[in-house]
C-alpha cells in the first residue's frame, strides 16, 4: 500500500490523477495495471470501506435514529465523509437568489469521492445517446458512437461486476453473452408494478446495478482485461478472490466492507496500490495545473490540507478527474500568459454546458400490499427492476411535446425503520392513535410504492459555470459561481412523468395523497440535486467548438487529460457513471498507446 | 406519504440543497419560554459511525421533569402497550423527542416550539377541562382531550393549531418507536441479516396476489 505525504512522494511520475473517484480510480487502475506510474491527488482523507462501513447499524445506534440532516442529507450511515451540498471551508456561489436558478455542488472529501455512496445503478448509454443531435436537432453530438464505447462498457462490466439483464429494447443495450451477473428476484411491489405496468405498455425489466450477486468469474476475466500481462492477470485474479458477493443485507449508499458492490475504494484502487505502480496523496487541495515553458501542463500545485502548505507534484501526463465542475476549476483557475482565460479554454467553452439528471417523483399506498406476511426484503440494497425509456418512437414522431426520455427507478418494500417511519398517516387513518394506530401502522407498514423519474437534460446557454470574482475558499483558492435554468425540453418531460406515475399507480388501486402536477416546473427537481454532474468541457471534432477531442485530451494542452463527465456532450437518462468509467479506461488506454510511441 | 422509503431519503436530502451555504434560521416564537435552540454543534461532516448514540451525547437535552412526564404520557397514550409491544413511553420515546427537538438542524429547530408550545397546551388543556396534570388523568380523560385533536383537517377552528402539534408528535412518537428492536419486531422488518440467498417473496403471497 502506498499512501504518501508531500514528504514522502516521488519527485516525478508518469502520470498524476487529480481524483478518485469513478474517473480517477479507473484512470489510476488501468494505468498503474499496465506498469505507469502514478499519483492520485485526493482533496480529502483517506478512506477505508473495509472498516469504516456501518454494516448491520440500526438506525437507533444513531442520532436522530439516522434522520437525515445538513451534514448527512442522505442520513446519518451514508458513505459521504467531508462534505455534501455544502463542504466545510469550500463554498461556492449562485448568480441569482431564486432558488430554481441555482446549481447545487454535491463534494464529499474522502477517498473514492461519491462511489462510496452512489446508487449503483450502472446503465449503457445506447446508440441514440452519442447522436442526440443527429436525432432531434437539439444538444451535440458526441465525437464518438456507441461501438467505440462499447468494447469499454464490456470490460468495465467484467471488472467491476453488474448485474442485470439482456432484454432487447430499442437504445438499451444488450451486453455481450455472459457478462452480467444474474439479476436478483423481484419484491412483492415491484411484480406488481411489472404486472401493471405492461398492461399500459410499459416495460418494467430487471435494472442494472454494480453488486456481486455471485462472485466474479476469476479463473477467466483477468486474461480477457488484460490480455499479455501475466502480472496484472494475478494481481486481478486475487483480488477478485478477496470480494464476497452481497450477502442481501445493508443498504448499498452505506458502502460495503465485504466488497460486493462497486466503489472506487472496494474495485479499482486495492489492485491498482497492490501494483506498486499507484502512490496516493490524500488530504491535498488540487490548486492549478502546473503549464511548462513547453505549453505542456508540468503537473499539479496543491495545498496540504494538513499543513496548510503549498506543495507540487510532477507528472509527464495530468489527467483531472476531480468530478467534472471541479476540474473545470482547475482549469480556469490555472491562468497564464498562454492561456489568459484558463488553461485548455482557447475556445471559451470551459466551464460551459453543465447538465444534472431531471428528477421528479411522486408516491402512492397500494392497499393490495397492506397487511402482508412479514419477508425479507433487503434484497440488494437497491431496486430490483426499472422501467427504462420505452417512448423513443413516438417521439422521434413528434408525438409527446418534449424532445428527450428518462428512465423510471421503483422504490417500495419493506425497509429497515428509521426517524420517518409511520410518519404521516393521517391521510390514510384520519388521525388514529393508540391501539388503533399500531394495528395501522403494521397494516401500512410496506405498502407504498413511489416512482423517481430520471430524464435527459439538454445543454443549454443558461446552464454554466465560472470563477467567482471576488470569493476564495479557505486556501485562498478562487471558487466556482453557478448559473442554472431548466427549459422547457425538461419541465414538459416532468409533466410527462407527473402523469405517467399517477396512471401506474391509479393502475395498481394505489391512493395518492398527493396529487400529480400538471407543470412540470412545479415538480422538477433543483439543478444539481440528482448528483450527475456532467459537461463543462464538452470533447468534440472541432478545437473551436469543444474543449476536448475523442479521447478526453484537450486541444489546447496535449498532455492534459479530463477523465471525469467534464467532456460529456449530453447527458442521458441513464445514470452516468458506467459510461465515466467506459471513458476513462479507454482514454487511459490511448494515453498508454500514445507513450509508447513517444507522443506523450 | 410515509417516510419509510429509502428513496425518500432522497426527498428529505434535497431540502439542505436550498439551505446550503445559508445560516440556520431557528423560528422566533415570541413568548414561548426555551423556544430557541441552544448554540450547539451537530455532529459535523464526519461523525464517527460505529459509535451507539443515546439521547444527550451530542447536545444538551431540553425537557424539564414536567415537560418529560406530559411527553412520555402523550407517547405512551399514542402507543399504548398492546399484545404485540409494549408502550412508547417504556421504550423512553421521550427522550429522543427530547433529542429531537433539542439538536441544533433546521427540521428540529422547527419542531421544537411546536413541540414545547404544544406540551404546554396539553398541560393548560387538561387543568381547565380536569383540573389536573395531562399525565395525572385516566386514560378515557385523555383520550377526551386528545380526540379533539386527532386530525388536523376535521378539528375545530380552536384545536387547529393544537392539533398540528398532535400530528408532528404522533410522527415522532412512531419514528422513535418503530426504530427500537421492539417496534421494529411490532412492525414486520425481518431483514438487516445476512443470508447465502435472496429467495424473494414468499411463494404462496405471489400466487394469492395473482403476481405469478
Known amino acids: 500500500m502506498a499512501f504518501v505525504t508531500p514528504a514522502t512522494a516521488k519527485s516525478q511520475y508518469d502520470v498524476i490523477v487529480v481524483g478518485s473517484g469513478a474517473a480517477g480510480g479507473q484512470t489510476a487502475y488501468t494505468l498503474a495495471m499496465e506498469g505507469v506510474s502514478v499519483l492520485m491527488i485526493e482533496a480529502g482523507r483517506s478512506y477505508d470501506p473495509r472498516t469504516e462501513t456501518p454494516m448491520f447499524q440500526w438506525n437507533r445506534q444513531a442520532p436522530l435514529r439516522g434522520a437525515s440532516t445538513p451534514d448527512k442529507p442522505f442520513g446519518f450511515y451514508d458513505a459521504s465523509v467531508g462534505g455534501a451540498w455544502t463542504t466545510p471551508d469550500e463554498p461556492y456561489t449562485n448568480a441569482s437568489d431564486d432558488p430554481t436558478k441555482q446549481f447545487g455542488w454535491w463534494r464529499p472529501r474522502m477517498l473514492g469521492g461519491r462511489t462510496n455512496h452512489w446508487s449503483r445503478v450502472a446503465l449503457r448509454n445506447g446508440p441514440y445517446d452519442f447522436k442526440p443531435h443527429r436525432r432531434s436537432g437539439l444538444g451535440f453530438d458526441w465525437p464518438i458512437g456507441y461501438e467505440d464505447v462499447a468494447p469499454y462498457y464490456d470490460k468495465v462490466e467484467m471488472l467491476v461486476g453488474i448485474h442485470g439483464s439482456n432484454e432487447g429494447l430499442e437504445n438499451t443495450p444488450d451486453s455481450p453473452e455472459g457478462i452480467l451477473l444474474p439479476p ?83 474495485v479499482h484502487l486495492p489492485p491498482a496500490l497492490e501494483t506498486g505502480n499507484l502512490d496516493i496523496l490524500p488530504n491535498a487541495m488540487a490548486r492549478e495545473v502546473i503549464l511548462g515553458p513547453d505549453r505542456k501542463a508540468a503537473g499539479i500545485v496543491f495545498v496540504d490540507k494538513t499543513t496548510g502548505r503549498e506543495g507540487r507534484a510532477l507528472g509527464r501526463t495530468v489527467v483531472l478527474a476531480a468530478g467534472a465542475c471541479e476540474s473545470v476549476r482547475l482549469l480556469l483557475n490555472s491562468k497564464s500568459a498562454a492561456f489568459p482565460q484558463g488553461l485548455a479554454n482557447s475556445s471559451g467553452l470551459v466551464g460551459r454546458y453543465i447538465m444534472d439528471t431531471v428528477g421528479s417523483a411522486l408516491g402512492g399506498q397500494i392497499p393490495l400490499l397492506e397487511n402482508l406476511p412479514p419477508h425479507n426484503e433487503d434484497g440488494a440494497g437497491g431496486p430490483h427492476v426499472y422501467v427504462p425509456w420505452w417512448l423513443y418512437k413516438e417521439q422521434l414522431a413528434g408525438k409527446l411535446g418534449f424532445p428527450r426520455g428518462y428512465h423510471i427507478e421503483i422504490d417500495s418494500g419493506r425497509q429497515m425503520p428509521k426517524a420517518g417511519t409511520s410518519s404521516h398517516l393521517d391521510f390514510f387513518t384520519k388521525g388514529s392513535y393508540g391501539r388503533a394506530f399500531k394495528e395501522d401502522a403494521r397494516r401500512y407498514y410496506g405498502s407504498f410504492v413511489s416512482f423517481d423519474g430520471r430524464g435527459e437534460m439538454i445543454p443549454n446557454e443558461k446552464s454554466f459555470c465560472e470563477i467567482d470574482p471576488a470569493v ?51 415538480a422538477i427537481s433543483r439543478g444539481g440535486s440528482i448528483i450527475h454532474e456532467v459537461g463543462g468541457a464538452i470533447m468534440g471534432s472541432d478545437p473551436r467548438t469543444s474543449v476536448t477531442n475523442r479521447w478526453g485530451q484537450t486541444w489546447d494542452v496535449k498532455n492534459l487529460f479530463m477523465a471525469d463527465a467534464a467532456p460529456f456532450c449530453s447527458n442521458a437518462d441513464k445514470n452516468p457513471t458506467l459510461t465515466i468509467m467506459a471513458l476513462a479506461w479507454r482514454a487511459a488506454d490511448y494515453m498508454i498507446d500514445q507513450m509508447r510511441k513517444g507522443d506523450l | 406519504m410515509s417516510g419509510e422509503s429509502d428513496r425518500m431519503d432522497r426527498r428529505a436530502a434535497l431540502k439542505w440543497m436550498l439551505t446550503a451555504a445559508a445560516a440556520i434560521a431557528v423560528p422566533r416564537v415570541p413568548g414561548a419560554p426555551g423556544a430557541k435552540t441552544p448554540a450547539a454543534k451537530g455532529y459535523g461532516f464526519d461523525p464517527d459511525l460505529s459509535k451507539d448514540y443515546a439521547p444527550g451525547d451530542l447536545w444538551p437535552l431540553t425537557f424539564a421533569d414536567g415537560q418529560r412526564r406530559t411527553a412520555a404520557a402523550l407517547c405512551d397514550l399514542i402507543i399504548p402497550a398492546d399484545e404485540h409491544s409494549p408502550g412508547a413511553a417504556s421504550l423512553h420515546v421521550h427522550d429522543f423527542i427530547d433529542e429531537w427537538i433539542s439538536a441544533p438542524y433546521p427540521d428540529c429547530a422547527k419542531d421544537r416550539p411546536v413541540i414545547l408550545e404544544g406540551l404546554a397546551w396539553l398541560e393548560a388543556e387538561s387543568a381547565r377541562r380536569f383540573g389536573s396534570g395531562f399525565a395525572q388523568l385516566d386514560v378515557p380523560r385523555q383520550r377526551e382531550i386528545c380526540d379533539d385533536l386527532r386530525y388536523e383537517p376535521e378539528a375545530k377552528p380552536a384545536f387547529r393549531q393544537p392539533a398540528r402539534f398532535f400530528a408532528r408528535f404522533r410522527d415522532l412518537t412512531a419514528g422513535g418507536f418503530y426504530t427500537t428492536e421492539e417496534g421494529t419486531r411490532d412492525l414486520g422488518y425481518v431483514g438487516n441479516a445476512p443470508s447465502g440467498t435472496f429467495d424473494g417473496p414468499p411463494p404462496d403471497l405471489i400466487r394469492k396476489l395473482g403476481l405469478d
Open chain 1, 472 to 522: 476564495k475558499d479557505k486556501w485562498g483558492i478562487p471558487v466556482l459561481r453557478f448559473h442554472w435554468e431548466w427549459s422547457e425540453h425538461e419541465t414538459r418531460q416532468v409533466a410527462h412523468m407527473q402523469r405517467t406515475f399517477a396512471d401506474l399507480l391509479l393502475a395498481m388501486g394505489g391512493k395518492l395523497p398527493r396529487q400529480p402536477e400538471t407543470d412540470g416546473g412545479k
Open chain 1, 184 to 266: 436478483p428476484k423481484p419484491r412483492i411491489g415491484e411484480l406488481l408494478v411489472r404486472r401493471e405496468a405492461r398492461k399500459l405498455g410499459i416495460p418494467v425489466i430487471p435494472i442494472h446495478r454494480a453488486v456481486l450477486t455471485r462472485l466474479l468469474d476469476h479463473r477467466t476475466i483477468p486474461a480477457k482485461l488484460h490480455p499479455g500481462n501475466p502480472r496484472a492477470q494475478r494481481i486481478l485474479a486475487q483480488d477478485m478472490q478477496n470480494r464476497a458477493a452481497c450477502f442481501w443485507a445493508t443498504h448499498c449508499s452505506r458502502g460495503c466492507s465485504i466488497r460486493a458492490n462497486y466503489q472506487s475504494t472496494t
